[in-house]
């Protein structure tokens, strides 16, 4: 198996999205968020999965094969696509434990809308 920048990214952008899921303390306190900050947070974390790979490419840490031009630019959108899909998919597929539902739902008590 080849570790390519896309596969990277996916991982991470699953692991990140279970982190948030299963953490004991941080899922509850990302639950009572309101969705515009979860996706705030999450875009953000991904962006620096993205940017960490860059760097380690650009200063041939690993070599993903990524370019810094055009079609480079294209490649690394995509990367950055993979990571958000993965992130996403994972967040949709994952039981949310009790605790969770509480937080919403008293999130959703204080601010309805």
């Not at 390519?4 to 279970?18: K, N, P, R, Y």
């Not at 900050?37 to 990524?66: P, T, Y």
């Not at 949709?92 to 959703?108: E, F, L, N, Y």
């Amino acid at each position: 198996m080849e570790f390519t920048a896309e596969l990277i990214a996916l991982i991470a952008g699953a692991v990140i999205s279970l982190i948030f899921s299963y953490f004991p303390v941080l899922r509850v306190k990302f639950a009572a968020l309101t969705q515009e900050a979860k996706s705030g947070i999450m875009i953000g974390l991904n962006v620096a999965v993205v940017v960490a790979i860059c760097l380690l490419d650009f200063f041939e840490a690993f070599d993903f094969g990524l370019t810094f031009d055009k079609s480079g630019i294209v490649q690394i959108t995509m990367v950055f696509f993979a990571a958000l899909i993965a992130n996403q998919s994972t967040y949709m597929i994952s039981p949310q434990p009790g605790d969770v539902k509480s937080a919403k739902d008293d999130r959703d008590y204080w601010n309805p809308g």
